[in-house]
């Protein structure tokens, strides 16, 4: 059985799937350190680019996600443990305040644990919710 469905006399198969197809429907594969060639149906060939493009797609979003993550680092500065700091609260949340102070008790994975002098606040805040304290 042909994949174009065109009967021919031709001998060539598939390299992959080892169906009977047309040389003229073939895609022909040079491979990189080779001299022969593989010839491939349009069906394995579409498969094969479309892994090649998802592995491509991948690796692209990796290296888009270190260089956000590098600028992020290079413009956010690092708080340590027992820095005073402070916490903005939205506006649906508070009343006449617009800050918390509070000071970084924990660190972990990012994200940072804060006291203050009433309460330890229950949520792990991440450090683009913190401002360093310019009094500290």
Known sequence: ?????????????CSKCQQVIHGACGVSEVREG?????????LCWQEDSIKKERTSSHE?????????????NKKIKEIDVG????????????APLDNITG????????LFQVGT????????LPRNALQISPGA
């Open 83 to 94: 820095a005073t700091i402070l916490v903005h609260v939205p506006k649906y949340d508070r």
């Open 103 to 110: 000071r970084v008790i924990d660190k972990k994975n990012g």
């Open 60 to 72: 692209n979003l990796k290296r888009a996600a270190a260089t956000m993550c590098t600028t992020s």
């Open 1 to 13: 059985m042909l994949i174009c469905q065109i009967t021919t006399s031709d001998s060539l198969k």
């Open 34 to 42: 080779s001299s022969s060639s593989n010839v491939k149906c349009n």
């Open 117 to 124: 002098s009433v309460v330890i606040i229950k949520d792990w």
